[in-house]
């Protein structure tokens, strides 16, 4: 069946670094962009980023701009992001998202569990 | 860019229905379609409306999702209230970049 499974939680000092990844099983992951959605202990989603199908689009939300990085590997069927300069509030659960059909990004309907991050002193 | 702007709770009693507003800031709510996800807590969101009226399998269809465009917003409806749609829901849209809007808490009393 479709799965998304993500990888990286972790503790994270202010200014410190992650890598977050995402195994995709059950589809043809090259033939799909995908997403990065956050939501913050006790707030609502906030999208984070996404990466077209080939890679070669990405787009971010201001938040992140600058500080993460979007990536991925069809040959290997993942997604990652890269997390630099991180601050308190990057602290979050952090989902991994197919959209519902090849060539879009603008509903999601495959979300993974999430994994969590932290980041404090 | 622009927000989407909904109610931080509402709540009503079971069997009756009830409507979750979603604003947009500017540019029209009809540009772009807009997405509805219920969340329980603990568990990761899903689609209760797609693409402003679109239902997935599996969603009854109390759920319903409509646009309006002199009041630049979307809603979802909720009929015949259940106490197990008592949950978060999200609008959703986009244009370059995706944003959801604040998310509505439900409570089914």
């Known amino acids: 069946q479709v799965q998304l499974v993500e990888s990286g939680t972790g503790v994270v000092k202010p200014g410190g670094s992650l890598r977050l990844a995402c195994a995709a099983s059950g589809f043809t992951f090259s033939d799909y962009y995908m997403i990065w959605i956050r939501q913050a202990p006790g707030k609502g989603l906030e999208w984070v980023a996404y990466?077209?199908?080939?890679?070669?689009?990405?787009f971010y939300a201001d938040s992140v701009k600058g500080r993460f990085t979007i990536s991925r590997d069809n040959g290997k069927n993942l997604l990652y992001l890269q997390m630099n300069s991180l601050r308190a509030e990057d602290t979050a659960v952090y989902y991994c998202a197919r959209p519902s059909l090849p060539g879009l990004y603008y509903h999601m309907d495959v979300w993974g569990r999430g994994t969590t991050v932290t980041v404090s002193s | 860019n622009f927000i989407l702007t909904q109610p931080h709770a509402v709540s009503e009693s079971p069997g009756k229905t009830v409507v979750i507003s979603c604003t947009r800031s500017?540019?029209?709510?009809?540009?772009?379609?807009v997405q509805w996800y219920q969340q329980r807590p603990g568990s990761s969101p899903t689609t209760v409306i797609f693409e402003d009226n679109k239902r997935p399998s599996g969603v009854p269809d109390r759920f319903s999702g409509s646009i309006d465009s002199s009041s630049n917003s979307a809603s979802l409806t909720i009929s015949g209230l259940k106490t197990e749609d008592e949950a978060d829901y999200y609008c959703q849209s986009y244009d370059l970049i995706v944003v959801f809007g604040g998310g509505t808490k439900l409570t089914v009393l």
């Open positions: 500017s540019g029209s709510i009809a540009s772009n379609y």
């Open positions: 990466i077209s199908s080939s890679g070669g689009v990405m």
